[in-house]
């Protein structure tokens, strides 16, 4: 019962508003003060909308007068720090190490020694090469010496077979005797080449033994393991007695300063970014950073179609660190915005989002925007002209066309 009476009385209330004031009226003691509430009523109806001079109805509504600034359209990524440079370094032969280790997170230079392995026979094998090559060394003037006196018999056996020739057309000599001088000549060429053979023999065995002391010597220098560059120690180096094979660990260094960050742009952003633009990133300890742009690929993630950027940050005193996460902004150019409140934001029925502005035939009408970026003053929108008049008050009650009466904040501020 107490519902229905509820429901009855919102009714009157509401749909019979105007009966039930005819009711009431015939039981008031007051005429004047039934005309006062019937006024009071009339002002209520008439606050926001009120006939204008030619009898057409007007909205109040309140409005700001916009200028664009130009702002700053920064690339907003999530990405990463990452060392500069970081080698695992590895043993390229076999043996114990001798050396003590370096613990991790060492500071070490370029070229220090971080890890010895053990001579062992090496020193032999080296001081065998050396003696080989000293013996085909000493073979080399041998040689030359036997194509010098080669050489002298060949001219000796020229001259003989030319006097021979000559005697023997002139009926001097014999034609055996020519015969015998003719085959001394071919017989001394035949030496000469031998000669000249063992000459490049010679010569060749001295090559073979310098090869053979260039790697005794290169097998020895591989026994010292030393920083690539300068840099941290990730890891221990190989424990002492450890022993090392080719391709094991000797210890992992990483380069710090300069850090890199590293962030991957999406495809329809990419073109915003170029290499030397200034970018700063805000880390996860709360540490923010500034530095360039170093490098943007030119080819995209099969998976993710972003394009990966990098950039370089100082680091000197090497507080930050590799794998760190990192928000990261990139400079780009700036484009005009208007910064207005986000409560004027609105929606047309297709459901766009925009502002309702005023004409210079004070009507009101829709204009789509598109929403740069938020900020603690309001937002930051683009697509309306240079200078407009924003409605920030009452837009919702309006439509294109409507004729609105506005009174601006500047005014009332």
Do not use: W
């Not at 229905?4 to 003060?33: H, K, N, Q, T, W």
């Not at 003696?131 to 003037?141: C, D, G, V």
């Not at 928000?327 to 309702?356: C, E, M, Q, Y």
């Amino acid at each position: 019962m107490t519902a229905v009476i509820v429901c009855a009385v919102l009714y009157m209330v509401i749909l019979e508003r105007d009966r039930l004031v005819e009711f009431a009226a015939g039981f008031s003691a007051d005429p004047a003060e039934d005309a006062a509430t019937g006024d009071m009523a009339e002002d209520a109806e008439t606050l926001e909308i009120a006939p204008d001079e030619t009898g057409a109805h007007v909205v109040h509504v309140v409005a700001r007068r916009s200028e664009s600034a130009i702002a700053e359209n920064a690339v907003r990524l999530r990405g990463r720090t990452e060392a500069l440079r970081q080698v695992n370094v590895q043993s390229e032969t076999s043996g114990l190490i001798i050396s003590p280790p370096i613990r991790a997170g060492a500071f070490v230079e370029a070229g220090q020694l971080m890890c010895e392995i053990d001579m062992g026979t090496r020193g032999a094998a080296l001081a065998e090469a050396e003696a080989r090559l000293a013996e085909a060394q000493s073979r080399l003037p041998e040689s030359e010496a036997r194509l010098a006196e080669s050489r002298a018999q060949l001219t000796a056996a020229e001259i003989d077979n030319n006097a021979a020739s000559r005697l023997s057309e002139s009926g001097f000599a014999s034609e055996t005797r020519a015969a015998t001088t003719a085959a001394t000549v071919s017989a001394a060429v035949a030496a000469i080449q031998s000669a000249e053979a063992g000459v490049e023999a010679a010569r060749s065995g001295i090559r073979s033994a310098e090869a053979g002391v260039d790697q005794a010597r290169e097998e020895i220098s591989r026994l010292q393991i030393r920083a690539p560059f300068e840099g941290l120690l990730e890891s221990d180096t190989a424990e002492l007695g450890s022993l090392m094979q080719p391709g094991a660990l000797c210890a992992t260094v990483i380069q710090l300063d300069p850090i890199k960050l590293v962030g991957f742009v999406p495809e329809a952003q990419v073109d915003r970014v170029e290499i030397g633009a200034p970018a700063g990133a805000r880390l996860a300890s709360g540490r923010e950073v500034q530095g360039e742009v170093i490098f943007l690929s030119r080819s995209a993630d099969l998976q993710t179609r972003t394009f990966r950027v990098e950039i370089e940050v100082d680091n000197a005193d090497l507080a930050i660190r590799d794998g760190q996460t990192a928000d990261i902004l990139i400079s780009t150019d700036g484009i005009p915005a208007h910064l207005l409140p986000s409560s004027a934001l609105t929606l047309n029925d297709a459901g766009a989002l925009g502002v309702r502005v005023v004409t210079e035939e004070t009507e009101a009408l829709f204009m789509p925007v598109t929403m740069l970026r938020d900020t603690a003053r309001g937002v930051l929108l683009t697509g309306l002209p240079d200078q407009v008049d924003v409605i920030t008050v009452g837009q919702e009650f309006v439509t294109d066309g409507v004729a609105v009466e506005v009174t601006y904040e500047e005014l009332t501020q």
